[in-house]
């Protein structure tokens, strides 16, 4: 370690630049700004190829180092000449770098292998991971930050005009902006470590895990006015997503819309046939199948029109004009769907706050981890892409559901996954009509759904996403002319409950399994 160590914080000339990039974008154009400064450009391989061509002045790596390019070009910066160069304190290592030939280099102009975009094709191999793994790219990339009072670095093509800018106004480099680009560089490292890591652990909760974010937006405020707030992205993740959604019109995005759009898309990604879900505060307060895109968003905003005052609309199929002329005569936040009307979009040009989203594919499932933020870490588990089927349901009682009721069990399930537990929802035709959510006893759901249902309760399916701990949410729908029951079982009053509904007439179903959404 070097004792009193003080970061030089002056402006730095660079006199040597040393130039190793994969994404070759704005290179040529940099380079020969570089050289009309006099600037010598130390280069390597494929760039210095390139830069050649142009008719650019570079030194190659292996004359500056005295030392070839060998293993297939897998061994070419790692040398003392080249860390030395970058590495040494200029105030200080003045003697080293003479004794050892060494030149110093001022500012680091790299990239790295595409790592991240080979793993992703589905047909490459543990060898095309491994040789896209870089190693002295990391390298100088990290030296040259490390070393930020004397060494400049550039990871990212958007960098270059910054430095060309700041040369053509000022002739040097401020510590400003060499702290600026370092603190990208180290990002950048981190980030490709990251990925190297989670590739080669094949585990499903490793022992350690990384996590890279990449800020998508800047927003408003949080969850309330007074809370500061900022959208990530899970870097390389490209699934059809609210934060991957193209925005046609409107405001910003704010905190709340994210959310509410996120809880949307995923309740819509259960169906692959023609639906629409209407989101308020995160739970479902409508959602619907039909013929068509028109005849879901009717149906499932006729389930709730009060909730959904202010909501968030998503449909997995093309948003029409007919659509449109409806929902411009009500308040709503978001429009989600695959495709518009050029006629819907006109109409909703009248309303420039409405945030109009396109997402093309919105039938594929989520992918990935749920992932759950608390104090000091994270919740992590696999998505719930549970899916019921006719044959897994158990009746339990002596009066059996009709074929028509089990399909509308299998729909309601699919909606219940997505409403936050305490949850009863009711469901007839493919269509929520009452919806009890997020209540601290069973009981208060069972109230909430029954009065969200109205007179729609009659022939309904109810169902739960636990089990009844007492037979009174049974004795409370007794009156209401319930149609059936789906529930998880399991509690040990199970038989009291189906004993119940065989004194009602009322038939139940048991799933064996839960679906929990705290």
């Known amino acids: 370690m070097i004792d009193n160590y003080v970061i030089n914080k002056n402006p730095i000339t660079i006199k040597r630049a040393l130039i190793s990039v994969f994404d070759k974008n704005g290179i040529e154009e940099f380079a020969k700004f570089l050289s009309e400064k006099n600037i010598e450009i130390v280069s390597t391989g494929g760039t210095s190829a390139l830069l050649k061509k142009a008719q650019i002045p570079v030194v190659e790596i292996n004359d500056f ?193 994210i959310m509410d759009g996120d809880a949307a898309l995923n309740c819509l990604k259960e169906f692959t046939e023609t639906a629409c879900v209407i989101v308020k505060h995160a739970n479902p307060c409508g959602v619907s199948t039909g013929k068509s895109s028109l005849e879901a968003f009717k149906k499932a905003f006729a389930a709730d029109s009060i909730s959904a005052f202010g909501g968030i609309i998503a449909m997995n199929s093309k948003c029409t004009n007919e659509i449109a002329k409806e929902l411009d005569k009500i308040f709503i936040e978001i429009v989600i769907a695959p495709s518009f009307d050029s006629e819907a979009l006109d109409i909703f040009s009248k309303k420039k706050n409405l945030r109009i989203m396109q997402i093309k594919d919105i039938k594929s499932l989520p992918i990935g981890y749920d992932m759950r933020n608390l104090e000091g870490g994270l919740l992590i588990q696999e998505i719930n892409h549970d899916r019921l089927t006719i044959d897994e349901l158990n009746i339990v009682t002596k009066k059996s559901p009709t074929n028509e009721q089990l399909q509308s069990m299998l729909f309601g399930w699919k909606v219940l996954k997505h409403v936050k537990s305490n949850a009863i929802i009711t469901i007839k035709d493919k269509t929520t009509v009452g919806i009890g959510a997020g209540q601290v006893s069973r009981i208060d759901a069972v109230e909430i759904a029954l009065i969200k249902s109205g007179d729609n309760i009659k022939n309904s399916i109810l169902c739960s996403d636990a089990f009844f701990p007492f037979r009174d949410s049974i004795d409370r729908v007794s009156k209401s002319e319930l149609g059936a029951i789906i529930q998880p079982g399991g509690s040990i009053k199970d038989q009291e409950i189906i004993d119940a509904c065989n004194e009602y007439e009322i038939p139940m179903v048991f799933t064996g399994r839960r679906c929990f959404k705290h």
């Open 65 to 257: 180092t005295n030392f070839p390019e060998i293993m297939g070009g897998r061994v070419k910066t790692i040398n003392p000449l080249v860390e030395g160069g970058i590495l040494a304190l200029r105030d200080q290592h003045e003697s080293d770098m003479m004794n050892n030939n060494i030149n110093q280099i001022d500012l680091v102009v790299c990239n790295l292998y595409p790592f991240t975009k080979v793993i992703k094709n589905e047909d490459h191999t543990l060898s095309d991971a491994l040789e896209n793994i870089d190693i002295g790219g990391p390298t100088m990339i990290r030296s040259a930050a490390k070393n930020v009072g004397w060494v400049v670095v550039a990871t990212n093509p958007n960098d270059y005009g910054l430095i060309v800018q700041e040369l053509n106004s000022e002739g040097e480099i401020s510590y400003n902006t060499r702290i600026s680009l370092a603190k990208k560089a180290f990002a950048t490292t981190a980030s490709y470590e990251i990925a190297i890591s989670n590739y080669m652990t094949k585990d499903e909760y490793p022992s350690q895990m990384g996590l890279t974010l990449k800020k998508h937006s800047e927003l408003r405020y949080g969850e309330n006015p007074h809370q500061s707030a900022a959208a990530y992205k899970i870097s390389g993740n490209s699934s059809n997503n609210i934060l991957n959604a193209k925005q046609l019109q409107g405001k910003k995005l704010s905190y709340n819309n």
